[in-house]
Structure formats: C-alpha cells, structure tokens
C-alpha cells in the first residue's frame, strides 16, 4: 500500500511559479512510476509529468513541456512538480499517483495508477 500526501498548491497570478510536492510511504522498493495529474471542473483528469523512481526517465505532456518539471528526492521519498510560466489554463486540481512499475509512453493515463493522493488546488489568474 502506497500513501501520497500532496502540497504546495496555492494561487498565482499569470506568468509566476508554484512547486508542488508529494511525499510518498509504504514502499520501498525501486520500481516504482510517480505521476502528477491534474483535473479541471468538468473535464476529464489529464496527466502532466512523471519519473521513474530508479532512474532519470520522465515523461511531460505537450502542453507543460518546457514549463514544467518533475523531479524526485528518493532520500526523503518526495517527488516534485516545478511549474513555471503558469497560465490561467493551468487552473486545475493537482494528484499526485504512483504505478508499482516502470514509467513509459504510458505514463500520463491514469488508469495506469493504482495509488492517488488527495489532490492540491492551483489556480491561475490572468
């Protein structure tokens, strides 16, 4: 059983910054996919970003490609999302998720996931 505990959400204004962060628990082994998706009011959860516990490989979607990044710090078990250049379109409910497998092309479907935090709020105004 895989725990997540989101933060770091908050409100922006076009153009700023937010990083988010998701602390995980409950496993500790290597293989292991970390996503962050986020999801609008209705419209359907999207994924953004993810990266592979034991290595360097990541996966964006097209639409936060150069604005945001995905990192990890397996020694306090913490993946984060750098979001840059934020845009009101931006606007959504942050998950963070955790796949126990490899991270690939797959990555950003969330139906790959089993484990989902609670969610962080950013907004985005223009």
């Known amino acids: 059983q895989v725990q997540l505990v989101e933060s770091g959400g908050g409100s922006v204004q076009a153009g700023g910054s937010l990083r988010l962060s998701c602390a995980h628990s409950?496993?500790?082994?290597?293989?292991?996919?970390m996503g962050w998706f986020r999801q609008a009011p209705g419209k359907e959860r999207e994924g953004v970003a993810a990266?592979?516990?034991?290595?360097?490989?990541?996966v964006y979607a097209d639409t936060v490609k150069a604005r945001f990044t995905i990192a990890r710090d397996n020694s306090r078990n913490t993946v984060y999302l750098q979001m840059n250049s934020l845009k009101p379109e931006d606007t959504a409910m942050y998950y963070c998720?955790?796949?126990?497998?490899?991270?690939?092309?797959?990555?950003?479907?969330?139906?790959?996931?089993?484990?989902w935090g609670q969610g962080t709020q950013v907004t985005v105004s223009s």
């Open positions: 998720a955790a796949a126990l497998t490899y991270c690939g092309s797959w990555s950003l479907k969330p139906r790959e996931y089993s484990y």
């Open positions: 409950g496993y500790v082994g290597a293989r292991l996919c």
């Open positions: 990266i592979y516990k034991g290595d360097d490989r990541t």
